[in-house]
């Protein structure tokens, strides 16, 4: 029996950088796809994106100066940004299956990538909303004799604005006061036998 192929997915890496990259990403897909004969009628369309792009660029812009409610529009356009990019993967995906030889060749037009394999490795981290509103809960994986450190931000781009919540030798943290709706991101560092790790991946969280 021959091993069935397996499906070469989509993968955009819109979550976890920095606003300024994404604005480049948008641009990047845009720029691959404009002309492009695989895509004849991208939806959402190229010129739609194009604006929302810029509407991102402009609010972030704004939340260089720290003008009060600048961020969280920031974040609303982002947001906007993603759903949209993540129509616009969907569709390379359709026209992609459409033509099982070209897959790879497809997606790469588009500037965009393929899905690695799956491999499953415990969570160092994890941040997720508790049952509490407006909190959640932080968890990262233990170490002989650790003490560990975690840090929120609401603009993980601005290096200054990451804030010290936690240094405790518990690998669980709950973090209250939180705004519902706000979108706030996390890391975290571990200190073992005098010595501090890197800051792991930065996690972003919705809270509810």
Same mark, same amino acid.
Not at 32 to 55: C, E
């Given at each position: 029996?021959?091993?069935?192929a397996?499906k070469?997915?989509?993968?955009?890496?819109?979550?976890n950088?920095?606003?300024?990259?994404?604005?480049?990403?948008?641009?990047?897909?845009?720029?691959?796809?404009?002309?492009?004969?695989?895509?004849t009628?991208p939806?959402?369309?190229?010129?739609?994106?194009?604006?929302?792009t810029?509407?991102?660029? *402009? &609010?972030?812009?704004? =939340?260089l100066?720290?003008?009060?409610? /600048?961020?969280?529009?920031?974040?609303?356009?982002?947001? $906007?940004?993603?759903?949209?990019?993540?129509?616009?993967?969907?569709?390379?995906?359709?026209?992609? *299956? &459409?033509?099982?030889? =070209?897959?790879?060749?497809?997606?790469a /037009?588009?500037?965009?990538?393929?899905?690695?394999?799956? $491999?499953r490795?415990?969570k160092?981290f994890?941040v997720i909303?508790?049952k509490?509103k407006?909190?959640?809960e932080?968890?990262?994986?233990?170490?002989?004799?650790?003490?560990?450190i975690?840090?929120?931000?609401?603009?993980?781009?601005?290096a200054?604005?990451?804030?010290t919540i936690?240094?405790?030798?518990?690998?669980?943290f709950?973090?209250?006061?939180?705004?519902?709706?706000?979108?706030?991101?996390?890391?975290?560092?571990?200190?073992?036998?005098?010595?501090?790790?890197?800051?792991?991946n930065?996690?972003?969280?919705m809270?509810?």
């Amino acid at each position: 029996m021959t091993p069935k192929a397996k499906k070469k997915c989509v993968a955009m890496g819109l979550w976890n950088i920095p606003i300024a990259t994404l604005v480049q990403k948008s641009r990047h897909f845009v720029s691959s796809m404009t002309g492009n004969s695989y895509f004849t009628s991208p939806a959402p369309d190229l010129a739609s994106i194009t604006t929302q792009t810029d509407a991102l660029e *402009n &609010a972030y812009q704004v =939340s260089l100066t720290r003008v009060v409610g /600048s961020v969280a529009a920031m974040h609303t356009e982002a947001r $906007q940004l993603r759903f949209m990019l993540q129509c616009l993967g969907a569709y390379v995906q359709n026209v992609a *299956n &459409a033509t099982p030889e =070209s897959t790879s060749e497809i997606i790469a /037009s588009a500037g965009m990538t393929e899905k690695k394999p799956m $491999q499953r490795k415990p969570k160092e981290f994890s941040v997720i909303n508790s049952k509490i509103k407006g909190s959640v809960e932080l968890n990262i994986k233990a170490v002989t004799h650790g003490a560990y450190i975690y840090q929120m931000s609401s603009d993980p781009s601005n290096a200054a604005g990451w804030n010290t919540i936690c240094i405790s030798t518990k690998v669980k943290f709950l973090q209250k006061g939180l705004k519902p709706g706000g979108i706030y991101y996390f890391r975290a560092s571990v200190v073992s036998k005098g010595v501090q790790s890197n800051w792991g991946n930065v996690l972003e969280v919705m809270v509810i």
